[in-house]
């Protein structure tokens, strides 16, 4: 019998980082064959997930060349109740000795897998830590590991490498800007040839219009780190949905027509003009409907009391985005990744000291009020 890497995955795509994670953990380990699983139905369900078929196809090509890799299709067999504690088992029947590699972030909740012990009955874990993210390397995940083994038993180990900061959600943004660099060559050929991931095509290419260079880079940055922020801090927004208002946020800066369109008159000739009209223009040229997205859009630079979760999101998003490289961004981008709600009020309190008092746009001062001053009483 042989001793296998099992390493499981929605895979929507396949990125550099998975096989390179992977690979690295099969030389390291020793052993002979590395099974890669795609999740049939994934435990959080997207509507746009590319269908099993496509996944697989991906995967195979992703690490296509090496002959040691093999693509399992054992859930689509087995159809459903697809819990590690279950198809495991089967694997170890299939394959023989098996080490299951998952990453640092996954441990963290471990104890709320299905059947946690007869997990580690089963097989060995091999554990990759998270670069950036304490919580899950160094010390932290080390001090998990005993806890867990306390609790059921079993064997770890923690491989010598960090997951880089890539996921599939950024890479999938990426790809809606038509950026291949983050997949394998068979990956990006495979999806240019069968237009996937393509549904935000034409609207990027619609804004690309709009915008020149310099704030069309700024709009990509906003993008990442809007979709970075939900990620980081679980907020559950879809992905269109923030991809969407962080891809529209700007859409009217540099066209600032009235068109007829109505925005409030006291933000006529101010900078806060293209947030109202970016909203306006955001439904009336691309076809926006969401409400959440289309008020995320019109707060974005101003800012104003009570604001949603979502509004906060994109608000904060273009204040901290990763282009703005001068003092004291990077340092409110560190907060704000820190701890999103004093991130949010940071970036709130250093908009509103910078700004002209003359010049103070009312729905800032109400959002200053309502947050700062207020919260300091
Ligand atoms: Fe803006
Ligand atoms: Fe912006």
Same mark, same amino acid.
């Given at each position: 019998?042989?001793?296998?890497?099992?390493?499981?995955?929605?895979? =929507?795509?396949p990125?550099?980082?998975?096989?390179r994670?992977?690979?690295?953990?099969?030389? @390291?380990?020793?052993l002979?064959?590395?099974?890669?699983?795609?999740?049939?139905?994934?435990a959080?369900?997207?509507?746009?997930? !590319?269908?099993?078929?496509?996944?697989?196809?991906?995967?195979?090509? +992703?690490?296509a060349?090496?002959? *040691?890799?093999?693509? =399992?299709?054992?859930?689509?067999?087995?159809?459903?109740?697809? &819990?590690?504690? !279950?198809?495991?088992?089967?694997?170890?029947?299939?394959?023989?000795?098996?080490? @299951?590699?998952?990453?640092?972030?996954?441990l963290?909740?471990?104890?709320?897998? &299905?059947?946690?012990? $007869?997990? !580690? =009955?089963?097989?060995?874990?091999?554990?990759?830590?998270?670069?950036?993210?304490?919580?899950?390397?160094?010390?932290?995940?080390?001090?998990?590991?005993?806890?867990?083994?306390?609790?059921?038993?079993?064997?770890?180990?923690?491989?010598?490498?960090?997951?880089?900061?890539?996921?599939?959600? *950024? #890479?999938?943004?990426?790809?809606?800007?038509?950026?291949?660099?983050?997949?394998?060559?068979?990956? +990006?050929?495979?999806?240019?040839?069968?237009?996937?991931?393509? =549904?935000?095509?034409?609207?990027?290419?619609?804004?690309? *219009?709009f915008?020149?260079?310099?704030? /069309?880079?700024?709009? $990509?940055?906003? #993008?990442?780190?809007?979709?970075?922020?939900?990620s980081?801090?679980?907020?559950? /927004?879809?992905?269109?949905? #923030?991809?969407?208002?962080?891809?529209?946020?700007?859409?009217?800066?540099?066209?600032?027509?009235?068109?007829?369109?109505?925005?409030?008159?006291?933000?006529?000739?101010?900078?806060? !003009?293209?947030?109202?009209?970016?909203?306006?223009?955001?439904?009336?040229?691309?076809?926006?409907?969401?409400?959440?997205?289309?008020?995320?859009?019109?707060?974005?630079?101003?800012a104003?009391?009570?604001?949603?979760?979502?509004?906060?999101?994109?608000?904060t998003?273009?204040?901290?985005?990763?282009? *703005?490289?001068?003092?004291?961004?990077?340092?409110?981008?560190?907060?704000? /990744?820190?701890?999103?709600?004093?991130?949010?009020?940071?970036?709130?309190? @250093?908009?509103?000291?910078? #700004?002209d008092?003359?010049?103070?746009?009312?729905l800032?001062?109400?959002? &200053?009020? &309502?947050?700062?001053?207020?919260?300091?009483?």
């Amino acid at each position: 019998m042989e001793k296998v890497l099992v390493f499981g995955g929605t895979f =929507d795509p396949p990125h550099n980082e998975h096989v390179r994670i992977a690979l690295f953990a099969l030389n @390291y380990l020793g052993l002979s064959k590395l099974v890669v699983v795609p999740t049939y139905l994934p435990a959080y369900k997207r509507n746009s997930l !590319l269908s099993f078929e496509d996944r697989v196809e991906l995967t195979k090509l +992703a690490f296509a060349g090496d002959d *040691r890799v093999v693509v =399992d299709e054992i859930e689509k067999r087995r159809e459903k109740d697809n &819990y590690a504690a !279950l198809v495991l088992p089967e694997l170890k029947k299939k394959y023989g000795e098996i080490t @299951y590699m998952i990453g640092g972030d996954s441990l963290d909740y471990f104890d709320e897998w &299905y059947m946690p012990k $007869k997990i !580690l =009955d089963t097989c060995e874990i091999a554990v990759v830590p998270r670069a950036g993210r304490e919580e899950f390397c160094g010390e932290r995940l080390e001090k998990k590991i005993e806890e867990l083994k306390k609790k059921f038993g079993g064997k770890f180990s923690i491989l010598p490498i960090l997951g880089g900061d890539v996921s599939s959600t *950024r #890479v999938r943004a990426q790809m809606a800007f038509s950026c291949f660099d983050d997949v394998p060559e068979g990956v +990006a050929e495979y999806i240019e040839k069968n237009k996937l991931y393509a =549904d935000f095509h034409e609207m990027v290419k619609k804004v690309r *219009r709009f915008e020149d260079d310099a704030l /069309f880079e700024h709009t $990509k940055a906003v #993008v990442m780190t809007a979709l970075d922020l939900n990620s980081d801090f679980r907020m559950g /927004f879809a992905f269109d949905k #923030v991809f969407t208002a962080a891809l529209l946020h700007d859409n009217a800066k540099q066209r600032k027509s009235l068109d007829g369109l109505s925005v409030p008159f006291d933000a006529i000739g101010s900078p806060v !003009l293209h947030q109202f009209l970016g909203a306006q223009k955001a439904k009336r040229d691309f076809g926006v409907e969401d409400e959440e997205v289309l008020s995320a859009i019109s707060c974005h630079t101003s800012a104003k009391k009570n604001m949603s979760e979502f509004e906060k999101l994109i608000y904060t998003a273009d204040s901290v985005s990763y282009d *703005r490289t001068y003092e004291p961004i990077p340092k409110l981008r560190e907060k704000v /990744f820190e701890n999103f709600e004093e991130g949010f009020k940071s970036v709130l309190e @250093y908009t509103y000291q910078k #700004v002209d008092k003359s010049k103070m746009y009312p729905l800032t001062e109400q959002a &200053y009020e &309502y947050y700062i001053k207020n919260d300091r009483k």
